[in-house]
């Protein structure tokens, strides 16, 4: 008979299921709550999150234990400052790079073009990250490079919101004759534009095919960092062509 190992780690034991249930009810009850909601008593929770009173009441104790939960005199429920706290931490280790370069490295990778990310500046936009394309023959741009604000995908992309242009953006030949681009604004927790993402294309290949490819990608990916930079991706949703 087979010795066990010396010194062999026992794997992990699992979670119980009953505590990932109480987790992941916990979480319902905090997203029960809504942008204009005041104090809301424990009847409309439990409603919200599809749990008898009970349940609720035991789960919205624990959260208050924590913070994430305030109890007011009234029997009134509203979120705790922990939250706040959460969202002050998350804002402060928030870098801008973190989320742009793995989007552009799909999008590069799934379409094999360059692909860029601009924000703006004034009456200006800005190159801040690039990938260039692994094909010989791509556009040529540099980070830190500025272009005129409302000309080219990424310039339209930047004030699409502004003037309702349906995303993601399509140019041929705008601002450079050759060069055909796709862009789509990203936002941020504050629904502000936090930059433009979106790839370039020699316009000689830039066919149906590609054009096809390319604007979904695009699309995701700037839908994908608004949810990660805490922004909602509604406004973009509502402009999709």
Request: net charge positive.
């Amino acid at each position: 008979m087979a010795k066990p190992a010396l010194h062999e780690v026992p794997p992990p034991a699992p979670a119980p299921v009953e505590g990932v249930r109480a987790v992941d009810r916990a979480l319902v009850l905090l997203r029960a709550f809504r942008d204009d909601d005041g104090p809301l008593p424990l009847t409309e929770l439990s409603r919200r999150a599809g749990l008898n009173m009970t349940t609720a009441l035991r789960l919205l104790g624990t959260l208050e234990g924590h913070g994430f939960i305030k109890r007011l005199p009234s029997g009134g429920y509203m979120l705790g400052a922990t939250l706040l706290l959460l969202g002050d931490v998350f804002k402060r280790s928030l870098r801008l790079e973190h989320h742009v370069m793995p989007a552009l490295e799909r999008l590069r990778a799934e379409s094999r073009e360059s692909a860029a990310f601009f924000v703006r500046e004034g009456d200006q936009r800005r190159c801040v990250f690039r990938l260039d394309s692994p094909q010989i023959v791509r556009d040529i741009a540099h980070v830190g490079e500025a272009q005129p604000l409302g000309r080219g995908a990424h310039g339209r992309s930047l004030v699409a919101l502004e003037t309702g242009t349906p995303l993601p953006v399509v140019t041929r030949g705008e601002r450079l004759p050759q060069i055909a681009a796709i862009a789509c604004p990203v936002l941020n927790a504050a629904g502000e534009v936090a930059g433009s993402i979106g790839i370039s294309v020699p316009l000689y290949r830039f066919d149906a095919e590609i054009e096809a490819l390319c604007t979904p990608l695009v699309m995701r990916e700037a839908i994908a960092m608004t949810r990660d930079l805490g922004g909602d991706p509604t406004p973009l949703e509502r402009l999709r062509r």
